[in-house]
């Protein structure tokens, strides 16, 4: 996530929270699925106008970017208004400074050592087949 330099620990860890628990209630992923990169920008170098796509947007813009193996566009919006749900009562944030992005991988292109993959599923052998059968794509 990019955010603009100068914000706590606090606030970075609680971004970092919201994002995590919104997947792990929206793609239902295990606890200890999770690795966060936060970069802080000086002002300089996080430019836009204060409006753009017709809304007025802050100093306080976050940049949220995802990566994970492919998943059906209702399941990616349930996603990011979950996490801009969270951002927006936890941190009172506002949503028009939530951006979110996602990269989308080939479940091959995954590799962390002693994780487990479902050869059936692509996903971690943890996951509930719930979870997995929200996460197909037709």
């Known amino acids: 996530m990019y955010l603009r330099k100068g914000k ?3 606030y970075r860890k ?5 994002v995590h628990e919104s997947m792990r209630e929206v793609f239902q992923i295990p606890e200890d699925d999770f ?8 002002p300089g170098d996080m430019l836009h106008p204060p409006t753009f796509f017709g809304l007025e ?20 919006a349930a996603l990011f208004d979950a996490v801009a749900d969270r951002l927006v009562a936890d941190l009172g944030m506002r949503r028009e400074d939530v951006l979110m992005t ?3 991988t080939a479940a091959e292109n ?3 050592h ?4 479902d050869p059936d599923t692509g996903f971690d052998v943890r996951m509930s087949r719930e979870a997995m059968a929200a996460g197909q794509v037709d």
């Open 35 to 42: 690795f966060h990169v936060v970069h802080d920008l000086a």
């Open 102 to 104: 996602v990269l989308e």
């Open 14 to 18: 609680a971004v970092s929270e919201a």
């Open 110 to 112: 995954w590799w962390v």
């Open 57 to 76: 947007r802050s100093a306080d813009t976050v940049i949220i970017r995802m990566t994970f193996n492919r998943r059906p566009p209702a399941q990616k």
């Open 114 to 117: 002693g994780r487990t993959i």
């Open 8 to 10: 706590t620990p606090e």
